[in-house]
């Protein structure tokens, strides 16, 4: 058994490995390690980041978190359809747009309940 047609995916693999490991090793090796009050600040979560792990916090988090990923997801759709709109033809456009109003119904719904309120 020959292993001379493997060498190419032998060589994707490896630099595969190089690209994601050797930056991440030259920026711990070589980068500054300095940390102050600063950088140990609680980012864009809400709450302090070296506290007990069982506090409350407000449900808007979640909600906010939960709102992101479902337009995000309405993004994602729309690059598909989008590439195979001369495919499907207005059957397709036309779904996508009750697929769109229900969306948009739901945001300003979403909108007028104050969900997207962060106070």
């Known amino acids: 058994m020959e292993l001379q047609p493997y060498l190419p995916i032998l060589l994707f693999i490896l630099v595969g490995i190089g690209v994601g490991v050797v930056p991440q090793v030259l920026g711990h090796v070589l980068g500054p390690n300095r940390p102050d009050a600063e950088k140990n600040a609680p980012y ?18 979640y909600l ?52 997207l309120d962060w106070e």
């Not at 809400?46 to 409350?56: P, S, Y």
């Open 64 to 115: 906010v978190a939960i709102l992101f990923i479902l337009f995000d997801l309405e993004i994602a759709f729309l690059f598909p359809w989008a590439v195979a709109l001369k495919e499907i033809g207005s059957t397709g456009f036309w779904a996508m747009m009750i697929f769109l109003g229900v969306l948009v119904v739901g945001f300003v719904y979403e909108w007028k309940k104050g969900a």
């Open 44 to 61: 864009e979560c809400g709450f302090e980041a070296f506290e007990d792990a069982r506090m409350k916090f407000d449900v808007r988090y």
